[in-house]
C-alpha cells in the first residue's frame, strides 16, 4: 500500500515546477487558475529573482500547493501511481485535501492565500519564533517546557527532532535551558512568526470564520491529519481539524507511525523539496520511500 504526502511552507525554492511544465506545458492552465484567483502573476514570483518575494507566508503557502498539485497530477497520470491515504505537513494538509477531493484546487488556492496573511498578521514582527531541537527525546522537550508558558511544541517531526514557537524571548531561554539538559542543537529558525502556537490564535480564528460556508467532500482517500495523527473521513472533522491545525503541533511522527501500522510499505513525497523525505526515512525505515 501506499501514502502521498505533501511539504509544508519551507520547501519552496525559486524555480520549482520548472521541470514538469518543461515537459509537460499542459499544467500550465493550473498557473493561470492560480493567477486569476489571487490577483497577480504566481510564474513572476516562482520563476523570478525575488527569493524575499517568494518566502512572504501568503506566497509561499500558495506556491507551494500549486506546484505539489502539479507534481501530485504529473506522478497519477504520467508515471501511474494513485495513494491509498494521504497527509501533508502543516501547509502540505491543504495539498491532501485537493488531492482527495474534499475541496477543489481554486477553493484551496484561495484560502492558503488567506490563511499565510492570517498568519502573518496574527503577531507582530520579532514578537514570536521557532527553533528546531536535534538529539534530544520529545518528553523531556515537553517537561521543560512546562516553565514557559508561552513556549509550546510546534511540530514532532521525527524520534530525535523537534520544533518549539511561541514568544521570543521564552523561547531564547526555553532554548538555553534545552541544550544545558543535553540536546544534540538547538536552533533559532529564520522564520516570519510563532506557527503552531497560541500566539496565532486571531488566525484561527480567521480561518474558522472562513471556512464557515465551504462544504467539505467526503475524501476520495483517508487523511491523517496534523492534529489528530489518526485516519479521518468525516468531512466536519476534517474541517475542523484543519482549523485547530493553526495552533496546535503538527503529529508528523504519530502520522508516518500511524500509516505504516495499517499496511503502508510505501511513502512517497510529492512536492518541492525533500524535507519529508529525510524525516520519514528516520520514522520508519523499514518501508520504500520516494521523491517526486
Given at each position: 500500500?501506499?501514502?502521498?504526502?505533501?511539504?509544508g511552507?519551507?520547501?519552496?525554492?525559486?524555480?520549482?515546477g520548472?521541470?514538469?511544465?518543461?515537459?509537460h506545458?499542459?499544467?500550465?492552465?493550473?498557473f493561470?487558475?492560480?493567477?486569476k484567483?489571487?490577483?497577480?502573476?504566481?510564474?513572476?514570483?516562482?520563476?523570478?529573482?525575488?527569493?524575499?518575494?517568494?518566502t512572504?507566508?501568503?506566497?509561499?503557502q500558495?506556491?507551494?500547493?500549486?506546484?505539489?498539485?502539479?507534481?501530485?497530477l504529473?506522478?497519477?497520470?504520467?508515471?501511474?501511481?494513485?495513494?491509498?491515504?494521504v497527509?501533508?505537513?502543516?501547509l502540505?494538509e491543504?495539498?491532501?485535501?485537493?488531492?482527495?477531493?474534499?475541496?477543489?484546487?481554486?477553493?484551496?488556492i484561495?484560502?492558503?492565500?488567506?490563511?499565510?496573511?492570517?498568519?502573518?498578521?496574527?503577531?507582530?514582527?520579532?514578537?514570536?519564533?521557532?527553533?528546531?531541537?536535534?538529539?534530544m527525546?520529545?518528553?523531556?522537550?515537553?517537561?521543560i517546557?512546562?516553565?514557559f508558558?508561552?513556549?509550546?511544541?510546534?511540530?514532532?517531526n521525527?524520534?530525535?527532532?523537534?520544533?518549539?514557537?511561541?514568544?521570543?524571548?521564552?523561547?531564547l531561554?526555553?532554548?538555553e535551558?534545552?541544550?544545558?539538559?543535553?540536546?544534540?542543537?538547538?536552533?533559532q529558525?529564520?522564520v516570519s512568526?510563532?506557527?503552531?502556537?497560541?500566539?496565532?490564535?486571531?488566525?484561527?480564528?480567521n480561518?474558522?470564520?472562513?471556512?464557515?460556508?465551504?462544504?467539505?467532500?467526503?475524501?476520495?482517500?483517508?487523511i491523517?491529519?496534523?492534529?489528530?495523527?489518526?485516519?479521518e473521513?468525516?468531512p466536519e472533522?476534517?474541517k475542523?481539524n484543519l482549523?485547530?491545525?493553526?495552533?496546535?503541533?503538527?503529529?508528523?511522527?504519530?502520522?508516518?507511525?500511524e500509516?505504516?501500522?495499517?499496511g503502508?510499505?510505501?511513502?512517497?513525497?510529492?512536492?518541492?523539496?525533500?524535507?519529508?523525505?529525510s524525516?520519514?526515512?528516520?520514522?520508519?525505515?523499514n518501508a520504500?520511500?520516494?521523491?517526486?
Amino acid at each position: 500500500m501506499i501514502a502521498f504526502t505533501f511539504p509544508g511552507q519551507g520547501s519552496q525554492h525559486l524555480g520549482m515546477g520548472q521541470d514538469i511544465l518543461e515537459k509537460h506545458p499542459e499544467y500550465e492552465k493550473y498557473f493561470e487558475i492560480t493567477s486569476k484567483k489571487l490577483g497577480f502573476d504566481i510564474k513572476e514570483i516562482i520563476f523570478g529573482e525575488d527569493e524575499k518575494n517568494l518566502t512572504l507566508t501568503q506566497n509561499a503557502q500558495a506556491a507551494i500547493l500549486l506546484v505539489s498539485y502539479i507534481k501530485y497530477l504529473y506522478t497519477k497520470e504520467k508515471l501511474g501511481y494513485e495513494p491509498d491515504v494521504v497527509a501533508g505537513h502543516s501547509l502540505g494538509e491543504w495539498t491532501a485535501l485537493v488531492v482527495a477531493e474534499v475541496i477543489d484546487f481554486e477553493t484551496a488556492i484561495e484560502c492558503v492565500y488567506s490563511r499565510g496573511l492570517f498568519m502573518s498578521e496574527a503577531c507582530s514582527p520579532g514578537l514570536g519564533t521557532m527553533a528546531a531541537i536535534l538529539g534530544m527525546d520529545a518528553s523531556l522537550i515537553e517537561e521543560i517546557l512546562k516553565d514557559f508558558a508561552n513556549v509550546q511544541i510546534a511540530n514532532y517531526n521525527g524520534p530525535m527532532q523537534t520544533v518549539i514557537s511561541g514568544d521570543t524571548s521564552e523561547v531564547l531561554l526555553a532554548m538555553e535551558m534545552i541544550k544545558e539538559k543535553g540536546a544534540k542543537k538547538v536552533v533559532q529558525l529564520n522564520v516570519s512568526g510563532p506557527f503552531h502556537s497560541k500566539l496565532i490564535v486571531s488566525a484561527q480564528e480567521n480561518m474558522k470564520i472562513k471556512l464557515e460556508n465551504i462544504k467539505f467532500n467526503n475524501p476520495k482517500f483517508p487523511i491523517v491529519q496534523n492534529v489528530s495523527g489518526k485516519y479521518e473521513t468525516d468531512p466536519e472533522i476534517i474541517k475542523s481539524n484543519l482549523i485547530r491545525q493553526i495552533t496546535s503541533p503538527v503529529r508528523w511522527t504519530e502520522i508516518i507511525l500511524e500509516m505504516h501500522k495499517n499496511g503502508i510499505n510505501k511513502i512517497v513525497e510529492v512536492g518541492p523539496g525533500k524535507v519529508l523525505s529525510s524525516l520519514n526515512k528516520k520514522i520508519v525505515k523499514n518501508a520504500e520511500h520516494m521523491n517526486i
